[in-house]
């Protein structure tokens, strides 16, 4: 349990690193005073409270006001940049904005990127609160840990308490939990090291036959945790289209059902790719289109509006605003150009009001009519699903365009903080704030702020079997609904 992790005081035990040398030392263990960290977490809350467009949505200015101010007054010790980092994280976390995290400062990270930590050898992997064994990482010699095998504690605390803590450091949308499931679960063999300060053995409570038995590991030591693939290799029948960031192929081979995964939407090369694309649908009379949004994190709104206009058939609208003109406290900040210039394109290609500090930008997506796609569309989706993946599956949902087959997506079916965000270097940590500048609502969604994703018409439960044997159950269904059609 969560508790127990924290009483157990191994919070502040998983705060800190095994160095191996001292140039290392001085950068990863470098502490902070209690003033250089209230000075940053001030630039932190003047930047968010200023910009920042969720103030008010979930909860109201007053509520942040208090949460900002009480966390800068708690910070009466030195920290790590780590340190701060966790605290700082689990305080925004609480915004219920996926757009929104502190990041390593560069010579952090790039340090953390060149340092041995000492990794575990077996591989762990969370389904519904519960730890089981995925395999071991030297499938030759890891084997006394079988695959299946249920994990109730690491070192002495109880298994389920690293999960649970690692998803109070994900952002999300509203109220989701399906991403913070989803992320904790693909990091867990990470977050529990971390948690543990990358011991140098690792006893494992496990198990076998109703009883609870012991293993004691040693770890190994290596820059980055050797890949385990839990998810099955590409399918070498795809066309790709690399600087677009999609592939597609047919199912079947008179061509009726294609399977388009969009990877994420990427900001090259895209409108080419829709173009053959959706001239191939059209010429082969293709019946079924499966679009595959799993672990699509968005990008670019440009792309993601293209290719709404191969599908909608009816004109929708869309909102972004905003309440600054420029980014404030520019001391800090790059990139109030771009931000204007962003502003400056939806002045001159959508329609403007303002109300208040406000400034609304309403655009029309039409559908397109050449090569257009009228046929069935079906759109996979998981936790990963956010942002402009969200965009797209907003709009299809809500006009009964499609048929949505997953789990509910990372981000909420009314709208994201996006478009443009502004980078703040805080002071003296050099951490960097990500900090959201518009929200942009899906203006056919019409019942306010849900704090929700989009909730799929058939949904998918993964069992620790499914995984094992890397089942798609998202294709095994969408294909069986194709074929009772």
């Given amino acids: 349990m969560l508790s127990y992790l924290l009483k157990s005081g191994l919070l502040v035990i998983a705060l800190g690193f095994n160095?191996?040398?001292?140039?290392?030392?001085?950068?990863?263990?470098?502490?902070?005073?209690?003033?250089?960290?209230?000075?940053?977490?001030?630039?932190?809350?003047?930047?968010?409270?200023?910009?920042?467009?969720?103030?008010?949505?979930?909860?109201?200015?007053?509520?942040?006001?208090?949460?900002?101010?009480?966390?800068?007054?708690?910070?009466?010790?030195?920290?790590?940049?780590?340190?701060?980092?966790?605290?700082?994280?689990?305080?925004?976390?609480?915004?219920?904005?996926?757009?929104?995290d502190i990041m390593y400062s560069k010579n952090y990270?790039?340090?953390?990127?060149?340092?041995?930590?000492?990794?575990?050898?077996?591989?762990?992997?969370?389904?519904?609160?519960?730890?089981?064994?995925?395999?071991?990482?030297?499938?030759?010699?890891?084997?006394?840990l079988k695959p299946g095998t249920l994990i109730t504690k690491i070192n002495g605390v109880p298994a389920d308490s690293f999960y649970r803590f690692a998803q109070?450091?994900?952002?999300?949308?509203?109220?989701?939990?399906?991403?913070?499931?989803?992320?904790?679960?693909?990091?867990?063999?990470?977050?529990?090291?971390?948690?543990?300060?990358?011991?140098?053995?690792i006893k494992y409570e496990y198990v076998l036959n109703g009883k609870t038995q012991v293993l004691k590991s040693a770890s190994f030591n290596a820059i980055n945790i050797p890949d385990f693939s839990w998810r099955k290799k590409d399918d070498t029948l795809f066309t790709k289209y690399k600087r677009a960031k999609m592939r597609y192929r047919y199912t079947d081979n008179e061509k009726k059902t294609m399977h388009l995964n969009i990877q994420a939407f990427s900001h090259r090369?895209?409108?080419?790719?829709?173009?053959?694309?959706?001239?191939?649908?059209?010429?082969?009379?293709?019946?079924?289109?499966?679009?595959?949004?799993?672990?699509?994190?968005?990008?670019?709104?440009?792309?993601?509006?293209?290719?709404?206009?191969?599908?909608?058939?009816?004109?929708?609208?869309?909102?972004?605003?905003?309440t600054i003109r420029k980014y404030p406290f520019k001391k800090y900040t790059k990139g109030n150009a771009i931000f204007r210039i962003t502003r400056l394109y939806f002045k001159l290609y959508s329609k403007k009001r303002r109300s208040g500090d406000t400034t609304y930008f309403t655009m029309k997506v039409k559908p397109g009519k050449k090569h257009h796609?009228?046929?069935?569309?079906?759109?996979?989706?998981?936790?990963?699903?956010?942002?402009?993946?969200?965009?797209?599956?907003?709009y299809l949902k809500e006009t009964h365009r499609a048929t949505f087959i997953g789990?509910?997506?990372?981000?909420?079916?009314?709208?994201?903080?996006?478009?443009?965000?502004?980078?703040?270097?805080?002071?003296?940590?050099?951490?960097k704030v990500r900090v959201p500048t518009f929200r942009l609502l899906h203006d056919v969604y019409t019942k306010g702020n849900t704090g929700h994703g989009i909730i799929p018409d058939h949904e998918t439960n993964y069992t620790f079997k499914d995984i094992f044997y890397k089942k798609d159950l998202e294709m095994e269904k969408v294909m069986e609904l194709i074929k009772k059609k």
Avoid: W
């Fill in 269 to 322: 090369k895209y409108t080419k790719a829709y173009r053959k694309i959706f001239k191939q649908l059209q010429k082969n009379k293709t019946e079924n289109l499966i679009i595959d949004l799993r672990y699509n994190g968005g990008g670019s709104l440009s792309n993601s509006t293209l290719l709404l206009k191969y599908l909608l058939d009816e004109p929708v609208k869309q909102t972004s605003y905003t």
């Fill in 19 to 100: 160095l191996i040398n001292a140039q290392t030392q001085s950068l990863l263990t470098k502490k902070y005073s209690p003033s250089q960290l209230k000075q940053d977490a001030t630039v932190m809350r003047d930047a968010i409270m200023r910009i920042h467009p969720v103030v008010g949505i979930y909860e109201s200015r007053s509520y942040y006001d208090k949460l900002f101010n009480d966390y800068i007054n708690s910070l009466n010790d030195s920290l790590t940049e780590k340190q701060f980092r966790i605290k700082t994280k689990r305080v925004v976390e609480r915004l219920h904005c996926g757009h929104t």
């Fill in 373 to 394: 796609y009228n046929n069935k569309v079906y759109v996979l989706t998981n936790g990963g699903s956010f942002s402009a993946s969200c965009l797209v599956g907003a």
């Fill in 168 to 201: 109070s450091l994900i952002t999300i949308d509203g109220y989701i939990n399906e991403s913070k499931k989803l992320y904790g679960q693909m990091g867990y063999s990470s977050y529990y090291l971390t948690l543990l300060n990358y011991p140098d053995t």
């Fill in 109 to 144: 990270l790039k340090t953390l990127k060149k340092t041995k930590f000492n990794f575990p050898r077996y591989y762990l992997v969370p389904v519904e609160d519960k730890v089981y064994v995925l395999g071991g990482l030297n499938r030759r010699q890891d084997t006394i």
């Fill in 407 to 431: 789990r509910e997506t990372g981000g909420t079916i009314e709208g994201c903080n996006a478009v443009i965000t502004a980078y703040y270097k805080l002071p003296n940590t050099k951490t």
